[in-house]
C-alpha cells in the first residue's frame, strides 16, 4: 500500500518557522515529482512549492524567499522549511507525489496524496 504521511504540523506566532516532513512507503518516490500543496478555508487548493527528482525546484510566488522545499531520496522523504510565518500561510498543508519526474505545479499531475497536516499561525 503506497502511502504519503506529512508531520510537523502546528501552532506558531507570526514570524515563527516550522518544517513539514512527508515520508513515503510502499514504493520508492526518488524518480518522482514531489509537492507541497495547502488547503485554507474557504478556499481552493494551491500550489506551494515541487521538486523534481534530481532536486530542481519551483516556489509559488507568495513563499519565495521565506519556504524552502527539499528531499532526502535514500529516506524517501521530502521537507518543507517554512520560515517567516505569516496569518495567511494558516491552512492544511498536504504532501503529493507524481508519476513523472519532472517538477509540476498542476494538483491533476499528481498521484499520491497525504492526509494533511494543520499549520496554524497567530498574529
Known amino acids: 500500500q503506497v502511502q504519503l504521511v506529512e508531520s510537523g504540523g502546528g501552532l506558531v506566532q507570526a514570524g515563527g518557522s516550522l518544517r513539514l516532513s512527508c515520508a513515503g512507503s510502499g514504493r520508492t518516490f526518488s524518480r518522482s515529482a514531489m509537492g507541497w500543496f495547502r488547503q485554507a478555508p474557504g478556499k481552493e487548493r494551491e500550489f506551494v512549492a515541487g521538486i523534481n527528482w534530481s532536486g530542481g525546484s519551483i516556489h509559488a510566488d507568495f513563499v519565495k524567499g521565506r519556504f524552502t522545499i527539499s528531499r532526502d531520496n535514500a529516506k524517501n522523504t521530502v521537507y518543507l522549511q517554512m520560515n517567516s510565518l505569516k496569518p495567511e500561510d494558516t491552512a492544511v498543508y498536504y504532501c503529493?507525489?507524481?508519476?513523472?519526474?519532472?517538477?509540476?505545479?498542476?494538483?491533476?499531475?499528481?498521484?499520491?496524496w497525504g492526509q494533511g497536516t494543520q499549520v496554524t499561525v497567530s498574529s
Open positions: 503529493a507525489a507524481s508519476s513523472i519526474m519532472s517538477v509540476t505545479t498542476r494538483s491533476r499531475n499528481y498521484d499520491y
